[in-house]
């Protein structure tokens, strides 16, 4: 019995193309997606203002001159040393206006009594918001509420540290300085204006 001849052995393989225009849709579409969704690198800015002593000398001795009322000044500094921070208001440099913040047993800053300082500070010597007025932010546009105190310069801290004391301690100065967390957890400004100078 004779068997029938396979079909296999006479059908001709086609090449076929391959088309990836679906696929490269795909991409054109799946790229800018995951670009605008895409979170990069966080910046974590400090802003501070350099120090314009000198300025400011000259037009309190012009305003002085003049007989005109000039307002109080709580004139916060704080000075990193070696081997402690130095905290002082009215420029006072002893007396109980001035206060000095030794290392910790491991030699380290103790920035958590710095800040406990600070808070003091805050609190009893600078008090609450005398006023608050809106004003328009002349960067942002945007509108802020502006609160006034007894001091001028109420939000102001200038920082001043010896030649060689790392960056990242100068860093924590600046962060302990910023806010705090009252009894109920909420956070609350210290002083948001620093400003670097010399070491005095």
């Known amino acids: 019995m004779a068997f029938r001849p396979s079909l296999k052995k006479k059908r001709q393989f086609e090449e076929a193309e391959a088309n990836i225009t679906p696929v490269m849709n795909l991409m054109c579409v799946l790229i800018p997606m995951l670009l605008t969704t895409a979170k990069f690198v966080d910046l974590a800015l400090l802003e501070y203002m350099p120090p314009v002593l000198q300025e400011m000398d000259e037009s309190t001795a012009a305003g002085a001159g003049e007989g005109t009322t000039e307002s109080e000044l709580l004139e916060l500094r704080v000075n990193i040393a070696y081997e402690m921070l130095e905290i002082s208001i009215f420029n006072a440099v002893e007396g109980e206006n001035f ?38 932010d002349p960067e942002t546009g945007q509108l802020m509420i502006v ?50 100078g010399q070491f005095q």
Do not use: C, H, M
């Open 99 to 136: 206060w000095q913040i030794p290392l910790t047993y491991e030699g380290n800053f103790d920035f958590d009594a710095f800040r406990e300082r600070l808070v003091d500070i805050k609190e009893r010597i600078v008090g609450p918001a005398i006023s608050r007025s809106e004003e328009i």
């Open 147 to 196: 609160s006034a105190f007894k001091y001028e310069d109420a939000d102001q801290i200038r920082i001043s540290a010896e030649g060689d004391i790392p960056l990242q301690t100068l860093i924590r100065v600046l962060d302990s300085a910023r806010e705090y967390r009252d009894s109920n957890g909420v956070f609350k400004e210290l002083f948001q204006s620093p400003a670097l």
